[in-house]
T-cell receptor, first 114, second 114 residues
Framework: DVKVTQSSRYLVKRTGEKVFLECVQDMDHENMFWYRQDPGLGLRLIYFSYDVKMKEKGDIPEGYSVSREKKERFSLILESASTNQTSMYLC?????????????FGQGTRLTVV | AQSVTQPDIHITVSEGASLELRCNYSYGATPYLFWYVQSPGQGLQLLLKYFSGDTLVQGIKGFEAEFKRSQSSFNLRKPSVHWSDAAEYFC????????????FGTGTLLAVQP
């Protein structure tokens, strides 16, 4: 089974802190994604990566950056956390393809910024 | 631009009753369509997917979905709902490219009455 593991289930950080959310997948997938989930807004794509050291902005990249130094690991970085970044963050991975290969999701990290 | 609409934010059904969750998409080419389920506090699990062939797709947990190109719809159905089906359901469309990005709807929260 594909496994996508997010390092924390719950995280509480202070405004202005630099925050790292870590995600690891064990199926040698090329693609990795970070989504943010908010009530009534569904999942919105923050960043994605299609190869090591390669990244592209999603729909809501402002206030975030990412790092992918190894194929299996994709990190989301909040450079200076703000209260409006309180949310559920979901990591996913998939194979490259013609869109029919599904994305596999981690359990999510619920981040609270106080 | 591709988009997904789930018109029903919240649905309540009685256990044993039938279920239909609506999903409409906007996409210029052949869509790659997915339904995911999220139980409380969990990540997303794939229920089923469609990319070609038979327009009626069978998934896990007794769910099925029908692709109707003329209506740009991909509605999810189940003939008899169980209490364990209470969850949030997300419809998504894939962009069909190598990066395999998914665009999600805003979700439908399903409550099941005993």
């Amino acid at each position: 089974d594909v496994k996508v593991t997010q390092s924390s289930r719950y995280l509480v950080k202070r405004t202005g802190e630099k925050v790292f959310l870590e995600c690891v997948q064990d199926m040698d997938h090329e693609n990795m994604f970070w989504y943010r989930q908010d009530p009534g807004l569904g999942l919105r794509l923050i960043y994605f990566s299609y190869d090591v050291k390669m990244k592209e902005k999603g729909d809501i990249p402002e206030g975030y950056s990412v790092s992918r130094e190894k194929k299996e690991r994709f990190s989301l970085i909040l450079e200076s956390a703000s209260t409006n970044q309180t949310s559920m963050y979901l990591c996913a991975s998939s194979l490259p393809g013609q869109g029919y290969t599904e994305a596999f999701f981690g359990q999510g990290t619920r981040l609270t910024v106080v | 631009a591709q988009s997904v609409t789930q018109p029903d934010i919240h649905i309540t059904v009685s256990e044993g009753a039938s279920l239909e969750l609506r999903c409409n998409y906007s996409y210029g080419a052949t869509p790659y369509l997915f339904w995911y389920v999220q139980s409380p506090g969990q990540g997303l699990q794939l229920l089923l997917k469609y990319f070609s062939g038979d327009t009626l797709v069978q998934g896990i947990k007794g769910f099925e979905a029908e692709f109707k190109r003329s209506q740009s719809s991909f509605n999810l159905r189940k003939p008899s709902v169980h209490w364990s089906d209470a969850a949030e359901y997300f419809c998504a469309v894939g962009n069909g490219g190598a990066t395999n990005k998914l665009i999600f709807g805003t979700g439908t929260l399903l409550a099941v009455q005993p």
